[in-house]
């Protein structure tokens, strides 16, 4: 299974943007997926956490309030909601698979990880 994200861009401060997340070779419909950020010279950050039926997820206090994260099983593709965004939520932003089945916030739980999409937010 491979994970592709995609939807980041180049935004002003106070826009939003929706982050996609798809699984080719295979399926994530029964796995938690969560999503983190990591900025240049920054340690990779949780951002959030869905449960395998998008009923339960979990957020760190840096966005909660401001992102959502949602998953479409039928589909495969995991989102994230990104509004009012920030200058200091600019970070590429990646997709996890973790085999856990509860939320989760740290990165050494997630076995697969997609490639980054950058977010920039301007001033």
């Known amino acids: 299974v491979q994970l592709q994200a995609s939807g980041g861009g180049l935004v002003q401060a106070g826009s939003s943007l929706r982050l996609s997340c798809a699984a080719s070779?295979?399926?994530?419909?029964?796995?938690?997926m969560g999503w983190f950020r990591q900025a240049p010279g920054k340690e990779r950050e949780f951002v959030a956490s869905?449960?395998?039926?998008?009923?339960?997820?979990l957020y760190p206090d840096s966005v909660k309030g401001r992102f959502t994260v949602s998953r479409d099983n039928a589909k495969n593709t995991v989102y994230l909601q990104m509004n009012s965004l920030k200058p200091e939520d600019t970070a590429a932003y990646y997709c996890?698979?973790?085999?856990?089945?509860?939320?989760?916030?740290?990165?050494?739980?997630?076995?697969?990880w997609g490639q980054g999409t950058q977010v920039t937010v301007s001033s």
């Open positions: 996890a698979r973790t085999r856990r089945t509860t939320t989760a916030r740290e990165a050494g739980v997630y076995d697969l």
């Open positions: 070779g295979g399926t994530f419909t029964h796995n938690y």
């Open positions: 869905i449960d395998k039926n998008g009923v339960s997820t």
